[in-house]
Structures are given as C-alpha cells and as structure tokens.
T-cell receptor
C-alpha cells in the first residue's frame, strides 16, 4: 500500500545547527514528492517539489529511489524555521495533484 | 490575488446531524481537493473535483460527499455526523503544479 512515513514527531535543534527531517515512502510507481510546511497560525503551504530540484529558504531535498527516501535538509537552522513539516506523495506523477498522501508530520523546533 | 477561502471557519454540530462546508478557490483555479486533518490520522485525502466532475476519491464512507459548481466553488457534505468526524477540513485549489490551501473549517461534533 502507498504510504509516507515521517519517523520523528518532534525534532529539536539549536539555531545554526544542521537539520534533517526524514521522509520515507512506499510506492511501486514513479513518485512525485513534496514537502509542505505549516507555520504557527498560517496555512499549509508548499515548500518544495522534488522535480524542481530547487532550494527554498535554504532547504533542499533529494529523492533517493533506492532508499525510497526524500529527506529535507538545511545546513544552518534558523528560529523562523520552527514549524510543522509534512512530506507528501502524489501517485499521479505529472497528472492530477489532488490525491496527495501525507505523512503524519514532524514538528521542528529551533532553539535560540 | 485572494487566496482560498473556506466558510464557516468554525462549526459545532451534534451527532446525527449533517453539515455542509464551502470552499472558494483562487480565481482561475478549476481543481479543488478536500482533506481531513485529525491528530490521530493526520491529513487524509477526501476527494478532488475538476470542472464539476469528481476526479479522485479517498477512502471515506459514503456519508462524505462533495460537489463543484460551474464557478469552481466546492462544497462538501457530511451526513449523520459521528464524534469521529471532528476534525479540521482543508480545501485546496490547484492550477497546474501549484496547490494552495485554505485556512480550514474546524468541525466539532458533540
């Protein structure tokens, strides 16, 4: 069955430290993966997509099909990065994006 | 450009009642999808509409239904409410590769 797993419910780091939020997926087809972020009292918003291969707010994520992972990384965490992060899988690669499977989310807390 | 709007923002209903939630997508967006968010299950896909047609449906009972109007506005209906339906219901509108979420409707079933 299709599944997205985020093993850490909470990740706490100090400002300036590297951060890695883990995401593993289970899907037999060609996955399209996303990271979404929800800051306190704000809407869920797209952070980045794997096919864009871009860096947003210093975050990057590389799709590793061998390990079925899509971990989110940032070399130097900032306090404003504190938020809830969700990894999501779109099974209809390049097609309809309505049907996303989300992980349970990781709450990132960056301490001063 | 106005974002996705959802009404009402908060709702309290009693078991057995029915409820209708509304979502207005960003102007020009024809795809609207709905998600249920609960502490236990996280974000779960309910259904997606495109040009008034349901394109995808999640694994929810038939009590959950939706529709989309010609102006792309969408509604979802839950009949015979159960305590477990208490959740934040999120709507998202899409244009191409961009998806934007609304603020959600917080439904509490007592």
């Amino acid at each position: 069955a299709q599944r997205v797993t985020q093993p850490e419910k909470l990740l706490s780091v100090f400002k300036g430290a590297p951060v890695e939020l883990k995401c593993n997926y289970s899907y037999s087809g060609s996955p399209e993966l996303f990271w979404y972020v929800q800051y306190s009292r704000q809407r869920l918003q797209l952070l980045l997509r794997h096919i864009s291969r871009e860096s947003i707010k210093g975050f990057t994520a590389d799709l590793n099909k061998g390990e079925t992972s899509f971990h989110l990384k940032k070399p130097f965490a900032q306090e404003e990065d504190s938020a809830m992060y969700y990894c999501a899988l779109n099974m209809n690669y390049g097609g309809s994006q309505g049907n996303l499977i989300f992980g349970k989310g990781t709450k990132l807390s960056v301490k001063p | 450009k106005a974002g996705v709007t959802q009404t009402p923002r908060y709702l309290i209903k009693t078991r057995g009642q029915q409820v209708t939630l509304s979502c207005s997508p960003i102007s020009g967006h024809r795809s609207v999808s709905w998600y249920q968010q609960t502490p236990g299950q996280g974000l779960q896909f309910l259904f997606e509409y495109f040009s008034e047609t349901q394109r995808n449906k999640g694994n929810f009972p038939g009590r959950f239904s939706g529709r989309q109007f010609s102006n792309s506005r969408s509604e979802m209906n839950v009949s015979t409410l159960e305590l477990g339906d208490s959740a934040l219901y999120l709507c998202a509108s899409s244009l191409g590769n961009q998806r934007y979420f609304g603020p959600g409707t917080r439904l509490t079933v007592t």
